[in-house]
């Protein structure tokens, strides 16, 4: 059964790539050290030979976490194993009215934005897109903004005034964190936890520790009803602005 899920995972990862062209390209790992990103890192570097990609990883320390470090040592450790060349960044975040949480994502996408590949890709997944559409709902967001994150997205950012973007790939999107951490444990991976997790002061995490644990009693298939709700509203903003375009 683990390797069954395993070779699914894997053929629902290749079946994502097939479908945006990632073919002889150049793919870097948006690598945090924990299980998301770890088994991403696993998963592409088994599918590198077969879909001919080069492959490499980046980590971004946002110095936050007394952690930080450590986590910085095991994903060198990790990429040297696997023998993946490894980008660090550290950066310092400085907090603004948006907070911390979105000051460290800006400066994660301008990192993004500052190497050379043609594809950044990242460890989102099913419950990661249920949690950003519940957030923005909260926030009295519109269909764009309810439309969730797509597999494929070019990511613009401004780098020390200058523009600049990268091409954000996501092939997780499709899976649940139980299916993950299902590979992770069939594959005895190692991975860190970020203790700030567990910390439901932040709105996302208070999301997924109280509210979603509980929607799932009753409802064990919301994810997959939202992200379809989400997918619906990202083609109706999609026709609107067709539609505003042809006015």
Not at 26 to 41: E, F, H, N, T, Y
Not at 122 to 128: N, Q, T, Y
Not at 204 to 219: A, G, P
């Amino acid at each position: 059964p683990a390797t069954i899920m395993t070779d699914e995972l894997a053929h629902i990862v290749d079946a994502t790539l097939d479908a945006h062209a990632v073919r002889s390209r150049r793919v870097a790992i948006g690598l945090s050290g924990g299980m998301d990103s770890v088994v991403l890192l696993d998963i592409l570097h088994a599918l590198r030979a077969s879909r001919e990609l080069s492959l490499s990883a980046i980590h971004v320390n946002h110095q936050i976490s007394p952690h930080a470090h450590e986590w910085e040592a095991f994903c060198r450790s990790l990429c040297e194993r696997r023998g993946i060349a490894l980008t660090v960044r550290r950066v310092q975040v400085t907090p603004d009215g948006s907070g911390m949480e979105a000051a460290a994502r800006r400066l994660r996408y301008r990192a993004f934005a500052s190497i050379d590949a043609d594809f950044v890709a990242l460890a989102h997944h099913l419950d990661d897109q249920v949690e950003t559409f519940l957030l923005q709902l909260l926030r009295g967001a519109g269909p764009k903004g309810l439309s969730g994150m797509p597999a494929v997205r070019q990511q613009e950012v401004t780098v020390e005034g200058t523009h600049a973007s990268a091409f954000i790939l996501r092939p997780l999107l499709e899976l649940r964190r139980s299916q993950i951490e299902a590979h992770a444990k069939a594959r005895r991976l190692e991975w860190v936890e970020d203790d700030s997790n567990a910390d439901s002061r932040y709105d996302r995490n208070y999301l997924r520790n109280e509210i979603l644990v509980q929607l799932d009693t009753r409802f064990p298939g919301y994810r997959e009803t939202l992200a379809r709700a989400a997918h619906n509203l990202a083609d109706h903003a999609l026709l609107a602005e067709e539609l505003a375009r042809i006015d």
